[in-house]
């Protein structure tokens, strides 16, 4: 790989993927690159390097810097799990490492308060009042406790609704079939054994969300509101504790390509929020080229 001075990497390694931009001083975006997800609390240390090995042999040339927005993280990386994730990989550059929602703060390019709400695989809200302020969160409680009106929560209530409607205990409703033709089944019953042996991952769960969030259904339609509704009520905790005149910024499969559900959930919030204007791997660069300025990680 060649070494192009000025070119600045950002990476925004969500809990599905990891997408990175290799960025030129001016901002532009010269390659961009995707590998598995760099959660090494979830995955462990060698599957997240792995995926961070493969980015770095995307990219045309090397990085003067580099930034790494990781879904394992709710603050910045203590330097033994930066280490730990990128010695060997990244050498000799400034690198820093924080958690998703502070690049997708940083992409928002806001010189005041910024709030995002992240609605993908999981959930989760963050905010400060001013650049370099402390980061205050609500939600991410992960898809156990929590991660309201995420994929997964949209996935496992359709895929709940399907089986209920199936059986009669609740309103029948299309995700019966379409939950068996998505999951390769003849008919419900064999959903047990698609489910649980072995069990289905949580990502696999929510891949289920698009076909929630897409159904002319009356139950689908009640689900997509509900849970956009209940990340909304996220989101107000969240505002509570910033000033008045935050400015939102959305990101995420769920706002990026679901327009009924971004409107669902604006109703609720009761505010008017865009999705982010760059992509939060831009706003990685952007930190990257920070951390350049300052000579260190």
């Known amino acids: ?40 609390r979830a995955l462990g240390y060698d599957t997240a390097r792995a995926s961070l090995r493969d980015v770095l042999s995307q990219l045309p040339c090397e990085p003067s810097a580099a930034f790494i927005g ?64 402390p980061i205050v969160h609500t939600g991410g409680w992960g898809w156990l406790l929590g991660d309201e009106g995420s994929g997964f929560h949209l996935g496992w209530e359709g895929l709940r609704a399907a089986l209920r409607g199936y059986e009669g205990s609740a309103p029948a409703t299309q995700l019966t079939a379409h939950a068996c033709e998505f999951y390769d089944a003849k008919q419900p019953e064999e959903l047990l054994n698609t489910f649980y042996n072995p069990n289905k991952r949580h990502n696999e769960i929510a891949a289920f969300a698009r076909v929630v969030s897409g159904l002319d259904d009356a139950v689908a339609q009640a689900i997509v509101q509900r849970c956009a509704a209940d990340l909304a009520q996220t989101a107000k905790a969240l505002l509570r504790k910033l000033p008045a005149n935050t400015q939102i910024g959305l990101w995420g499969g769920l706002f990026e390509r679901r327009e009924t559900y971004r409107q669902a959930f604006c109703a609720a919030l009761g505010k008017q929020a ?5 992509p939060p791997a831009q706003g990685a660069a952007m930190a990257a080229m920070r951390l350049a300025a300052c000579g260190g990680a």
């Open 70 to 133: 990781n879904a394992a993280l709710a603050d910045q990386a203590p330097l033994e799990e930066l280490h730990a994730l990128t010695h060997g990989i990244l050498n000799h550059i400034p690198v820093g490492m924080n958690s998703d929602l502070y690049i997708a703060l940083e992409a928002m390019q806001c010189a005041g308060a910024s709030a995002v709400i992240i609605a993908g695989t999981g959930s989760m809200c963050a905010g400060r009042t001013a650049p370099g302020e």
């Open 1 to 40: 790989m060649n070494h192009t001075p000025h070119a600045f990497l950002g990476i925004d390694g969500g809990g599905t993927k990891t997408t990175a931009v290799l960025c030129s001083a001016q901002g532009e975006v010269i390659a961009r690159a995707e590998a598995g997800s760099l959660n090494y």
């Open 274 to 278: 865009q999705v982010l204007p760059v």
